[in-house]
């Protein structure tokens, strides 16, 4: 339960705030995702980064901007949001195309 | 792209019975196929997989099918447990890439 891990939990923002959500791996995983959780949507893949390179950008609007600074640790900035973005965002962790394991999500509320 | 389908999007079953959860998918060229567990407030936690060289696999209460002609695969519950209650995800990928396409997802209740 602790392989990953996502902070903060929860996050309430403006439209004109700018926030990050942080995520942390201690698997040893060399591949980091991050995936957008709406209510009754599919889970929806943003970006994926292979050895700390982005290597998908699945059309994700530009006011979510990620950073990989290295194989643990995954950061979503965020600004200039729009209530809609408002989800649970998920990152998940994996070795190459294996198994891919989540973090608990942060709880995202745009006002 | 991929796209996923699955079916029903709600499961509502009495506890001892089984429980089949269907997904189609578009991509000839997937060939894993993961299903993840969501219970209320948690994490997506992977409880099988399958690879596209093998057309079943089981894990005690839990199995999973594969038809790659018709581009099918369905997960099968038996002697349901109310701790089942949970929205079940399938999921379908190929070695291109990390990518998975997920379904939307079913809401089974198991009634004690």
């Given at each position: 339960e602790t392989g990953v891990t996502q902070t903060p939990r929860h996050l309430v923002m403006g439209m004109t705030n700018?926030?990050?959500?942080k995520c942390e791996q201690h698997l040893g995983h060399n591949a980091m995702y991050w995936y957008k959780q709406s209510a009754k949507k599919p889970l929806e893949?943003?970006?994926v980064y292979n050895?700390?390179?982005q290597t998908e950008n699945n059309s994700v609007p530009s006011r979510f901007s990620p950073e990989c600074p290295n194989s643990s640790h995954l950061f979503l900035h965020l600004h200039t949001l729009q209530p809609e973005d408002s989800a649970l965002y998920l990152c998940a962790s994996s070795h190459g195309t294996d198994t891919q394991y989540f973090g608990p999500g942060t709880r995202l509320t745009v006002l | 792209g991929e796209n996923v389908e699955q079916h029903p999007s709600t499961l509502s079953v009495q506890e001892g019975d089984s429980a089949v959860i269907k997904c189609t998918y578009s991509d000839s060229a997937s060939n894993y196929f993961p299903w993840y567990k969501q219970e209320l407030g948690k994490r997506p936690?992977?409880?099988?997989?399958?690879?596209?060289?093998?057309g079943e696999k089981k894990d005690q209460r839990i199995a999973v099918t594969l038809n790659k002609t018709a581009k099918h695969f369905s997960l099968h519950i038996t002697e349901t447990q109310p701790e089942d209650s949970a929205v079940y995800f399938c999921a379908a990928s190929n070695n291109a890439g990390n990518m998975l396409t997920f379904g939307g997802g079913t809401r089974l209740m198991v009634k004690p």
């Open positions: 700018k926030k990050s959500l893949l943003m970006f050895f700390k390179e | 936690q992977l409880i099988i997989d399958i690879r596209s060289n093998v």
